[in-house]
């Protein structure tokens, strides 16, 4: 097994490094350069298919839950076809609303996690079609759903998910991107526009990953708290969600995400003096109201980290530091601003001398309900 790990001291920080590859991979042969244009040939599902879609359901557990997150947010923004997510566990306990022409996506790094096979079931009784996004060929969830998006992460062996994570974002982004050139609802230059962003993620991901010294001393500085907290608004929520459960997994640091203007709705009593709170803060059109609540909790004593993009002069102001991420369009920004925070988790685990690839009471994938 120390052969796989190729040097690397655990799965988990050599899978990290490995994300720029795990991008490329999941876009190779997606994009048509000619047209500007998605083709997803493997999916099967044919542009009467993807016309005929009023509604979507997103099933996922843990990170995938996660990833499905994000894909709301994309798939609603690009095409405006409503979309739902559930926790794949309550899904079918809250008696779903499935249409004739509901599309019912599971999310599944391994394709064999019980509670999403079992809302898959649901599903396909009710009728609906079933599309999977799994990183496993000839798994489960891979089999049994009646369309197929692949993410090329390679194995994942740490039970952090990383890699599998942000390959199902990119994913998303080419399932959101197809949908809406099949009916229409986004004119050529602005998917021309974010496809050349979306290009360009692999490298931005390599360079950063190069500069990242900084994450050990924070990292160094979180282990002694028992409490933190994540906030951010849209999709910096949902990435303050993902890095939270990776913290909370490998580090057993309690944590919580919490959307930036809920805090002072209840949890801002936690806040004391010393506590770190991470605030995400990529996304401009939110970041005046991001930046009044960073200086709610440090107006409570918190010590804040900001997450955003490189010239954020505003919240180099208001934090106690930043750390900047490359810039990139503001939906794209979970991919790229999770990196950073993956690392954050897995230093924060090694300065607590716990086993990172191998975190206690949990198992890589989870077979039972
Ligand atoms: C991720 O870090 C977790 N270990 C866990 O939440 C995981 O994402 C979840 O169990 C779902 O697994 P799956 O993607 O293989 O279905």
């Known amino acids: ?65 996660h990833a499905a997150c994000v894909g709301k947010s994309i798939i609603e923004r690009m095409t405006r076809i409503p979309v739902e997510i559930d926790v794949a566990s ?30 898959i079931r649901e599903a396909k009784l009710s009728g609906a079609r079933v599309l999977a996004i799994t990183n496993v060929v000839g798994s489960s969830v891979a089999r049994e759903a009646d369309h197929l998006l692949m993410t090329w992460a390679g194995p994942e062996i740490a039970v952090a998910s990383t890699k599998a994570y942000t390959s199902q974002l990119i994913a998303f982004y080419l399932l959101a991107l ?36 900084q994450i050990e001393q924070i990292a160094e500085h ?52 010393g506590t770190p709170v991470i605030a995400l803060a990529t996304q401009e059109v939110v970041l005046e109201k991001t930046i009044s609540n960073i200086r709610e909790v440090k107006a409570r004593g918190a010590y804040v980290i900001g997450v955003a993009f490189e010239g954020n002069m505003e919240l180099a102001q208001a934090a106690d530091e930043v750390i900047y991420v490359p810039r990139t369009d503001a939906l794209l920004a979970p991919a790229i601003a999770i990196i950073p925070l993956q690392l954050l988790a ?3 685990a090694l300065a607590r001398g716990n086993d990172v690839d191998k975190p206690r009471n949990l198992a890589k994938s989870v077979t039972v309900e």
């Open 178 to 213: 197809y949908i809406g050139q099949s009916i229409g609802s986004m004119d050529l230059a602005a998917r021309a526009q974010l496809l050349t962003q979306i290009k360009e993620l692999p490298d931005q991901v390599q360079n950063m990953l190069g500069h990242m010294t």
């Open 1 to 65: 097994l120390m052969a796989e790990k190729n040097g690397y001291d655990h799965f988990m920080l050599k899978e990290i490094e490995e994300q720029p590859r795990a991008y490329r991979d999941t876009l190779r042969g997606r994009i048509d350069e000619d047209s500007q244009s998605i083709t997803l040939p493997d999916m099967m599902m044919n542009p009467e298919h993807i016309r005929e879609i009023k509604h979507i359901q997103i099933v996922a557990c843990g990170t995938a839950y």
């Open 90 to 119: 309550e899904y079918r306990y809250r008696q779903p609303i499935i249409q004739e022409h509901t599309l019912v996506i599971a999310v599944s790094q391994s394709g064999e996690t019980a509670d999403t096979l079992a809302a």
């Open 222 to 273: 979180i282990a002694g708290y028992h409490d933190l907290y994540f906030i951010g608004r849209g999709l910096d929520y949902t990435i303050a969600m993902e890095a939270s459960l990776k913290l909370k997994e490998i580090s057993y640091i309690h944590s919580e995400a919490y959307p930036a203007g809920e805090l002072k709705h209840g949890s801002l009593a936690l806040i004391e003096d």
């Open 346 to 348: 897995y230093y924060a």
